[in-house]
């Protein structure tokens, strides 16, 4: 059974980067897509972006200035860096597992999510 | 404003059917499969239908999806109380190069 966790502080200072860090186990990260997505609290969902493990990346063009992707196929975890943050980027997010091709795209396997809050 | 609208609250009686629609435009929906997520209150989205009408394994068959043009459409039949969720649609949009949700529907069983 494939498992995502989500790691990361859970709280960051305005203006300043946001890591987080998906570990998988259960599968290897080999193949497919590895995506990050997000949810204000209250709110819907946000896609953040995608990575695969060649390293090719799709971002929401909403944030794609702030954002960056890596891939550690040796330690079979993804990472999101999201800098500049803001209140705004107060969040629930999720990794997920995308099986499906590059515009039939799903995410089968969700991580259980963590809150990240921005405020100093 | 979500790229993809949904009505925001859907509800039926135990036993029912209901429809849950999701709009698009031509970049989205109009040429890319669909995808919906059921999100229990505080847990993660589950995957609920994949490539417009597809059922992960272990999904009951009372959901089904269904799309056409750029509208797609989740049923859920024989509606049961722990069907009470939020459920989003989501696809691929070719203009944004990138997964566009909708805004969420809150189903509540009365």
């Known amino acids: 059974q494939v498992q995502l966790q989500e790691s990361g502080p859970g709280l960051v200072k305005p203006s300043e980067t946001l890591s987080l860090t998906c570990t998988v186990s259960?599968?290897?990260?080999?193949?497919?897509?590895w995506s990050w997505i997000r949810q204000p609290a209250g709110k819907g969902l946000e896609w953040i972006g995608r990575?695969?493990?060649?390293?090719?990346?799709n971002f929401n063009p909403s944030l794609k200035s702030r954002v960056t992707m890596s891939v550690d196929t040796s330690k079979n975890r993804f990472s999101l860096k999201l800098n500049s943050v803001t209140a705004a980027d107060t969040a629930v997010y999720y990794c997920a597992r995308d099986p499906g091709g590059y515009t039939s795209t799903y995410s089968d396997y969700w991580g259980q999510g963590t809150l990240v809050t921005v405020s100093s | 404003q979500s790229v993809l609208t949904q009505p925001p609250s859907a509800s039926g009686t135990p036993g029912q059917r209901v429809i849950i629609s999701c709009s698009g435009s031509s970049s989205n929906i109009g040429s890319n499969t669909v995808n919906w997520y059921q999100q229990l209150p505080g847990t993660a989205p589950k995957l609920l239908i994949y490539r417009s009408n597809q059922r992960p394994s272990g999904v009951p068959d009372r959901f089904s999806g269904s799309k056409s043009g750029t509208s797609a459409s989740l049923a859920i039949s024989g509606l049961q109380s722990e069907d009470e969720a939020d459920f989003y649609c989501a696809a691929w949009d070719d203009s944004l190069n990138g997964v566009v949700f909708g805004g969420g529907t809150k189903l509540t069983v009365l």
């Open positions: 990575i695969s493990t060649s390293g090719g990346t």
């Open positions: 259960g599968g290897s990260i080999s193949i497919y897509y």
